[in-house]
């Protein structure tokens, strides 16, 4: 938070069977083979789909093309490794086949016999920093003899593994790779996933299982925000008060932000990382007091919230400490991306000094049509340019949130838009390079599917051409204002899958929202054996929560909660602060619930069911499963409401379970009257209004997700 605001070219890759001949010899027997798998894959086609797919895709973010062949690769055997590296070999390339074939299911042990063979080809090294439409473009092919991987870079072969590894399927026990042929290259060359280490600090090993999450799902930039309000977490050699007093309450040492950054670079994923200036500077201020616009801040804030404390823009020596600061965190971040924040600054500091409003007016930094009313956008431009010219001269590209946009802003600068897709719009019309976050900020805890709608160039923008193309791409946002080490994963994951397809995947293809809840499903588990713990800290939670015997109960509970939504949660009159721990029943929350929305499908098709002229053979089934499911919740509350009561840490929760149970009761009687052709009278509708109303209230921070769906059972 902040925040209280509201194609590339086509392949031309010829494939090769990997145990062919031509395979082997290289150029000069490959035209021949061409034709001969272009004979092949038209007879795939012509045969229309075969038993692999007649089973849906588990790939996230989808390819661009996909067929499915007949056949299989067993994984009875380990693959054989066998990489045609170029001169200057890609050093990301080895370490990432041989991580991807650590992960695939099958024997733990090297057989006696060779498997088949997993054949890597490349022609050059990846330029994660200086994308190209080749980049990261690749073709993966599986047929019953192998695997062939080709790409004209290093970091093609990357995305090509992450894909390999969502291929495996299982049957009776046994591991196969289905017959496949896939042709595929990013939409946005830009795919970032914001980590706000400065609200909770974050430490090493969060950021690298976070990594492996945004590799798996070819995510390629890490949004590093390193410094804000309430803490800067780099050590400082030239200014070491930044991780003495900003950093007191935990930073990164330099070691181990080169740790992270090569981490990073092994998973082709890049790390720009953000100093936000000259607002939300609370620990840059408290650190060196020099810094600041008065001498309001003594320490380093513990509240949330926009403080608009923002450093001095008018005096010398702030931008000689800059220039120290800046000097020493470029050469220890390598992207030629460097994100200096800029949002959220109010310029109330600036104008409550009589100093600082003199140099204004000095500068002429006045609105439009007046003679002194000061206007602090144009310090704020003033600021960014000499900023700009610092990161310049140290070969940096400049990246701001889209507060910074204005008609002095150099076009060199690239713009982060938070505030609508109307920010990046302009941004591009002006000559910025830009992204999109407006829409995925995963801590508003929206469901995916409204992440999944967000587009940076959707169906009819207004951009012309050469506009579409400043559009580098989006990234999701997870501020962790109430997300600490423990629990971010959650708030991240599966649901920034779903921005990843979105800013990968052609947008003709990744427009199947159900299909896509599927895949969510496949890679929330696939998250799971990676090492990121998004089920498993909720799960310990409801654990450290739960009363003896109360488990399961408080899990169903639990389960069918979701944390208010936007940023109610810091107007609810509960007064938060850094160190609040986050240890509630609302933190086990998911960000969305599963159950309810499932429930939410199960409700539909018992109403398309009873609306069908004739009713459908599995209709029925549905209306007991509907029913079973609505006297859980009843017998849930029976056996929750004591425990509840009796648990200081959970007695605010008691009253969300008695209206969980309250709306099953409404439910049943209206399933009933369904079932029987009887109208809801007057007198129920009454009641089951009450009982809706009553429903959709929260109580500690979290509310019941299936109201919409009890809305449309109820018919109200
Ligand atoms: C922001 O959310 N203030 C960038």
Known sequence: MKH??????RSTTTYLPVSSPAARQGPGARAAQCGATLALLLLLALLGPGPAAAQPSPLLPQPAELRWGTGRLALGAPLQLQITAPAAPDPAVRPAALRALGRLPGPGRAPKTAGPVLQIRYGRAGQPARPGPDEERYSLRVTPDGVLIDAPTGLGVLRALATLEQLPRTENGRAYLPEA??????????????????????PVAVIKRNLDGMAAVKLNVLHWHLCDDQGFRVESKLLPRLQQVGGATGYYTQAQVREVVAYAAARGIRVVPEFDLPGHA??????????????????VPVRWGVLNIAIDPTRETTYAVLDSL?????????????HVGGDENDGRQWRHNPRIVAFMRDKKMVKAGTADAVDKHQLQTYFNRRVLALLAARGKTMVGWDEILGPDLPPAVAIQSWRGAKGLNEAVRLGHPALLSNGYYLDLLHPAADLYAADPLPAGTPLDAAQQALVLGGEAAMWSEFADSALVDARVWPRAAAVAERLWSPQAT???VPALYRRLALVSDQLETLGLRHRRAPAQLLQQLAPPGALGPL??????????KDYKRHF??????????LSRLVDAAPAESDAA????????????????????????????????????????DAALQPMLLASPALREYAPLSTRLGALATVLLERLAQLETNRPALPVWQVTARATLADAQLPAGQAELAVVKAARRLAGL
């Open 510 to 512: 990744a427009q199947d």
């Open 181 to 202: 042929d896939i042709l595929d290259r990013p939409r946005f060359a830009w795919r970032g996933l914001l980590l706000d280490a400065a609200r909770h600090f974050l």
């Open 4 to 9: 209280f605001a509201p194609g590339a070219a």
């Open 555 to 564: 899990a169903t509970l639990a389960g069918m909660l979701e944390p208010v």
């Open 572 to 581: 609810q009159g509960f007064v938060y602060t850094t160190q609040t721990p």
């Open 326 to 338: 800046l000097t020493e965190m470029a050469g220890l971040f390598p992207d030629p991306y460097f």
């Open 597 to 636: 929305r499932q429930f939410g499908a199960v409700v539909d098709s018992v109403l398309a069911g009873l609306a069908a002229p004739v009713r459908p053979p599995a209709a029925a089934r549905q209306r007991l499963a509907l029913r079973a499911q609505l006297l859980r919740w009843q017998a849930n």
């Open 282 to 299: 609370g620990a840059l201020v408290a650190s060196y007091p020099r810094l600041a616009s008065n001498d309001s801040v003594r320490a």
